[in-house]
């Protein structure tokens, strides 16, 4: 079964802090897709990143940046020097092919106080 | 970025009504759409994967009779909530994928539905 697991429900933060956001998945398949998805309080998905199971290189975009490890199942988010404006609720998903049915996990909403 | 679109954005019903909620693929053609239900802070659950000329696909636990899907063309999907009562209030997410966006998977900007 696949499975999504975000232990965090919620992290407080004040702005220039860094924060890691945890994911950790279950599948049995070998290939899979791993997303991250921003919800601000609009409610609207915003997409962040995906990555495929045979690409663990670790990801960095701006101030975001992704550890995949394959060895502990985990698909870690971490925000540096974060802002007000990264206060959001996010999620990490699952999918088994592209495209395909997503399984989210149940989400860590941040707060980034100034 | 593909635009998914979704009508309407907000809708107040009568307990024991019928509600029809429509997602649009407008720039693509969306093979496959998706439909989630997201409850105060919750997660997403999926309820439904309808491709375009089938029947949808439910997940477990989603009563299909209460949920209809419509996914007769290649650019709208419509969920309908019929006889809605109050625990149906949630706010309802779809997606849609196609070869023409690289299967790639986007979403609308949900509904968001209380039913009194």
């Known amino acids: 079964a696949q499975k999504v697991t975000q232990a965090q429900t919620e992290i407080s933060v004040v702005e220039k802090e860094d924060v890691t956001l945890d994911c950790v998945y279950e599948?049995?398949?070998?290939?899979?897709?791993l997303f991250w998805y921003k919800q601000p309080p609009s409610g609207e998905l915003v997409f962040l990143i995906r990555?495929?199971?045979?690409?663990?290189q670790n990801e960095i975009s701006g101030r975001y940046s992704w550890n995949f490890q394959k060895s502990t199942s985990s698909f870690n988010f971490t925000i540096t020097a974060s802002q007000v404006v990264d206060s959001a609720v996010y999620f990490c998903?699952?999918?088994?092919?592209?495209?395909?049915?997503?399984?989210f996990g149940q989400g860590t909403e941040l707060s980034v106080k100034p | 970025g593909a635009v998914v679109s979704q009508h309407p954005s907000w809708v107040i019903c009568k307990s024991g009504t019928s509600v029809k909620i429509e997602c649009r693929s407008l720039?693509?053609?969306?093979?496959?759409m998706f439909w989630y239900r997201q409850f105060p802070k919750q997660s997403l659950m999926l309820m439904a994967t309808?491709?375009?000329?089938?029947?949808?696909?439910?997940e477990q636990g989603v009563e299909k009779d209460k949920f209809l899907i419509n996914h007769a063309s290649l650019t709208l999907s419509t969920l309908t909530v019929t006889s809605a009562h109050p625990e149906d209030s949630s706010f309802y997410i779809c997606?849609?994928?196609?070869?023409?966006?690289?299967?790639?998977?986007?979403f609308g900007p949900g509904t968001r539905l209380t039913v009194t």
């Open positions: 997606s849609a994928s196609g070869s023409d966006v690289r299967n790639e998977q986007y």
């Open positions: 599948t049995r398949d070998t290939t899979y897709y």
């Open positions: 990555r495929n199971s045979f690409d663990e």
């Open positions: 998903a699952l999918s088994y092919n592209q495209g395909g049915k997503l399984i």
């Open positions: 720039d693509f053609q969306a093979t496959t």
């Open positions: 309808s491709n375009e000329g089938s029947k949808a696909t439910y």
